[in-house]
């Protein structure tokens, strides 16, 4: 039996005890929260708690993890405040992003960098807009590239160490990020070919690697059996995905790469990628930078979405952190600079990030156009209250049998969340894991239709009578998904639930 020498190497000098690294990660954590009970629930948070409802191993889109922790909170914050209940539902990602700062330095000190390259690459990853703006939601990205940071310093420190017990914490870690979300599996193929490209390829022949790869399968395994089960909606999913690509799809993918960060992080890390693959003194880790290769190329060549490699970068910062430090060296004046930059960064960032103005300027401001999520937290509780009214409106006799369906998940998730209080009956919809949910009860109807992508035409082909009953306003100017939404009354249904239902199945 081949017996395997771990190396004694000590741990840089420099990973321990940081400060001004663990400051700017409770800094950056602190904003974070400040800000997490500001405008309203996002659409996607509303969807979560009503997913948290039906506890299940999987759902259409994604696994399980994010919508637990909603429906754990939503039933130990029933009745609090908005803003409250935003803070509860927001504490992990807070707490994520804390964490990914905090593994972004290690994974420096790992590559041999001293305290102020750490601080740096803290600093660097602390102000990127993509951290920032996931970091502020119940959003699976943040806890996405959490995974992917620490996959990365776990494979950075056993490259240095040659631990093998590493390889074991790999398999847990990767576990748990598929519980979250499927992106992962992409790093995990990204970090494998870097290995075989790079090296050391003697890591798999450690049985720890196998081993560690079928602890990931086992903790992913309840997910897997949920999606086999169902028909693999996610697999789906990919081609609406696709479809619905922003910032001009596979075209994009390269330019945006410049924005997920920012653009002085951009120098960061893109010198950081070049050292990782070129510079003599980083060839132990070179397997880092191919994976982030991989990656890119990986995701462009499925059409995935321009953040899905945001994870990988943590360890290029790591790494051209160190080239940053070396650069600033003593010399006072390159240190004010770097400050002035950071600094003038960091505010940019929080003013398109994070929910700084009044709602009721918001419309006016460049945020909602560069940030699609600030304004998909505006107006949900308006939106409810023009749907109750609606209702209310409605004679008593058709109260009793009316049946509400909303178009979408984030209409459906906002009128589960303020529906009861406003005496709405229970909504359903064909979207997503709604429509698992339902089909409505037969009966006599009436049917309130709301929000997005019911259009008249196919309304009256359904119905005997339509009644255009509503249009949304969220009264402040804001240019959001529901703007502009329909409510409409469809009396007298042609046809049965059983029959319409699975034809109002959309992804």
Known sequence: MAVHTVQTEQPHQSARGNRTLLVIAVAAALVEFAFSGRYGFHRDELYYLAAGRHPAFGYDDQPPLAPLWAGFTGLIADGWPDWLQLMLLRLPSVLALGGIVLITGRIAAEFGGGRRAQALAGLAIA??????????????????????????????????????????????????????????????????????????????RRWQLWAGGLIALLIWAPNLWWQATHGWPQLQMTAVIREDADWGGRAGLIPFQLLLLGIPAAVVWATGLWRLLRDPSAVRFRALGWAYVVVLLLVLATGGREYYPAGAYPALLASGAILLDRWVGDSTARRRTVGWVAGIFALSTLSLGLPVYPVSMLHSTLQPAVNYDAGETVGWPDFAAQVAAVYQGLPEAERKTAVLVAGNYGEAGALDHYGPSLGLPQVYSGHLAYWRWGPPPEGPGPVILVGQGWQEADLRRECADVTHAATFDNGVGLDNDEQGADVWICRGLRRTWAELWPELRHL
């Open 127 to 204: 102000i990127a807009p993509a951290v920032v703006i996931s970091g502020h939601l119940l959003s699976t990205t943040i806890f996405d590239i959490l995974v992917w940071s620490v996959l990365a310093w776990l494979l950075a420190r056993w490259l240095r160490t040659r631990d093998d017990r590493l390889l074991l914490l790999l398999g847990v870690v990767a576990g748990i990020g598929l519980q979250m979300k499927n992106l992962p599996l992409i790093y995990a193929a990204g970090l494998v070919a870097g290995l075989l490209i790079a090296g050391p390829r003697e890591v798999f």
